[in-house]
């Protein structure tokens, strides 16, 4: 999304870069903004981002003390500066005081009055651009009714519209979470939200509930916080990202792959390399990827089923030497923990490489393991439909692979993508001459012609090695077909 300086310079940046992407700019100045979320999801943090844009700046809290504001901004490696300046807001000492605590004189009216009180006396004492109230909880509390509570959200941010600042006022939803009273008067909402899957490290999420006169980017994106701060990846939108490429064939070295393929795959299209365990769906993707090295070109793994130890040595065992490949810097691989790692965060990291690395050839392996990622099936087919979709846009050659349960036979996908992919290349197991032997076929390819042959093909030392075309048999892709023929079309043994 292209913003212009002039909106920029009209908006207060809250410093995380997806969140401002997310807002187109940031947050409008002199306005009162609300951000909601239950204990845990990362107001504070986000806050303190907001705060640290060098500014000068309050931050009023009813909650937590300055002492842990600050340890808090310290785990993330944040000095406060002169320009932040805290206002610990707390009750009177006599309200401390169990002889008082039941006294007319202390009432809540008076109580609230109070604390009003503090904050613009606060306020007027340093003159900030930029203030954060935490929390609205404790404001709800002391007011005791939602119509005194409205009126007093209201003379908050009247009172802060006289100076120009932009406020944050941050809402914990522990009381009368259906409360919408701020919602109504704030300029804006944000919401953040955290979800924890039966298996694996929660997922943080966040949201643009409302936003006045502005367009923003909607929906749910994810978000992360990590030593360094929040990290926000803003929901991939594939049609604001539109690259222009010359559209070549790329050849896998293999001159029966390429046959099958009626000549190889064109950049700017995916390929899903289908079939069950063990038939070689890595490897071919990693022979193109190799290929792509080959020319001089830059490819990028992304291995979510098998650990890279173990992947090194099983390739090199096969002829192609990933560490080697990687070496050269034109290799880029990366190890995902399905269980750590949102799909939003995976579907930047992607475009991350391909935009900052002109990485023209992208392996995921496997769907599988990105589905892992995913608690709904239907989510993953629309994040991958705006991966692959971008992924196009850039001129990318992307392959998919995607295990299917059973060996022979009638088998399932845990999730059908073929009709994402351009080109789909079936790979199954079938018995002949009381052996287990490997089929190689392509169904599908939007790109042009290819072959409509089953071919044999085995895997050795030597790599892959792909046979004539297995015209003699019938029911090859059932896994257990019938010979017709003269003559016999399978590979020979290797030799070793």
């Known amino acids: 999304m292209s913003i212009s300086n002039e909106l920029i310079s009209a908006k207060a940046a809250t410093g995380i870069e997806g969140l401002d992407d997310i807002l187109a700019g940031g947050l409008s100045r002199g306005h009162v903004f609300l951000l909601e979320g239950e204990p845990g999801t990362g107001k504070t943090t986000v806050a303190l981002h907001f705060l640290l ?64 009180k503090q904050i613009f006396e606060a306020v007027e004492r340093v003159k900030p651009t930029r203030v954060v109230v935490d929390s609205l909880s404790e404001i709800r509390l002391l007011a005791q009714s939602s119509l005194r509570y409205r009126r007093q959200i209201l003379a908050i941010k009247h009172y802060f519209v006289r100076y120009e600042a932009t406020v ?71 049609a604001e990202h539109r690259g222009r490429y010359i559209r070549q064939q790329l050849t896998s070295g293999i001159p029966e792959m390429d046959a099958l393929l009626g000549g190889g795959i064109e950049t700017g299209s995916s390929t899903l390399i289908l079939g069950p365990a063990g038939t070689g769906k890595s490897l071919i993707s990693m022979i193109f990827a190799a290929a792509a090295v080959a020319r001089g070109e830059k490819a990028a793994l992304f291995i979510f089923d098998e650990e890279l130890g173990l992947l090194f040595e099983r390739m090199k065992n096969i002829g192609i030497d990933l560490k080697a490949l990687e070496a050269t810097g034109n290799l880029l691989i990366e190890q995902v923990d399905a269980a750590e790692l949102s799909p939003g965060e995976f579907s930047y990291r ?79 197991y079938f018995e002949a001459l009381g052996k287990v032997r490997r089929a190689i076929s392509i169904i599908k390819k939007r790109t042009g012609s290819h072959e409509s042959t089953i071919r044999e093909y085995r895997i050795s030392s030597r790599g892959m090695t792909i046979g004539k075309p297995l015209d003699a048999f019938q029911g090859v892709l059932r896994g257990v077909p019938t010979y017709l023929g003269a003559s016999n079309p399978l590979l020979e043994e290797d030799a070793q």
Not at 91 to 107: D, F, I, K
Not at 169 to 174: E, G, N, P
């Open 350 to 428: 992607v475009r991350r490489c391909v935009d900052e690395g002109n990485i023209k050839t992208v392996v995921i392996d496997s769907i599988n393991g990105y589905q892992a990622a995913m608690p709904e099936e239907n989510a993953l087919v629309l994040h991958m439909h705006e991966l692959l979709l971008y992924l196009n846009r850039q001129g990318a050659a992307t392959f998919m692979t995607v295990a299917q349960h059973g060996l022979v036979g009638d088998m399932q996908a845990p999730v059908d993508i073929t009709y994402l992919a351009d080109t789909v290349i079936l790979l199954r």
């Open 168 to 238: 944050l006022l941050l809402d914990d939803l522990t009381t009368e979470a259906l409360d919408k009273t701020v919602h109504s008067v704030a300029h804006g909402v944000i919401r953040l939200e955290e979800l924890t899957p039966n298996y694996g490290a929660e997922r943080r999420r966040i949201r643009v509930v409302k936003y006045r006169g502005q367009k923003y980017r909607g929906g749910f994106h994810d978000f992360t916080i990590m030593g360094d701060g929040v990290h926000v990846f803003p929901r991939l939108v594939a």
């Open 53 to 116: 844009a060098g500014e000068r700046s309050l931050y009023i809290t009813l909650s937590e003390t300055e002492r842990e504001l600050r340890q808090g901004a310290l785990s993330h490696g944040w000095e406060m500066d002169e320009n932040i300046h805290i206002f610990e807001l707390t009750p009177p000492e006599s309200l401390l005081n169990a002889e008082h605590q039941q006294s007319l004189l202390y009432s809540s009216d008076l109580e609230l009055g109070e604390a009003t």
